[in-house]
């Protein structure tokens, strides 16, 4: 079991920056592949970024490419989504996910199904 807090969350203009952090309690962290995801109003929960348990693999979708880096520091178990270039259709509600089902290549954005645990969510608002 893996329990998950996201914090960072705010209200930013178009091209600011926002770092989300994610803290996750568990004796397993280790082991989980991790992720961000978003929902905007009236829209599906989308992937943003994955890494996997040793940092060797990390994706993104399209939409986070050249802008948002994940990180993780296995000394503090946290999980970091470092935000950058903002835009209005980055707004939503992010989500820190952990998954047990991943291969020796991590996970990916695309697959939330495979995501086992999720926090509450922390709100981003980008306003143009």
């Known amino acids: 079991q893996v329990q998950l807090v996201e914090s960072g969350g705010g209200s930013v203009q178009t091209g600011g920056s926002l770092r989300l952090s994610c803290s996750a309690a568990g004796s397993s962290y280790s082991t989980y592949c991790m992720g961000w995801f978003r929902q905007a109003p009236g829209k599906e929960r989308e992937g943003v970024a994955t890494i996997s348990t040793g940092t060797a693999f990390i994706r993104y979708a399209d939409s986070a490419k050249s802008r948002f880096v994940i990180s993780r520091d296995k000394y503090t178990n946290r999980v970091y989504l470092q935000m950058n270039s903002l835009k209005p259709e980055d707004s939503g509600m992010y989500y820190c996910?952990?998954?047990?089902?991943?291969?020796?290549?991590?996970?990916?954005?695309?697959?939330?199904?495979?995501?086992?645990?999720w926090g509450q969510g922390t709100q981003v608002t980008v306003s143009s």
């Open positions: 996910a952990a998954s047990s089902k991943h291969s020796g290549t991590g996970c990916n954005p695309s697959s939330k199904g495979d995501f086992d645990f």
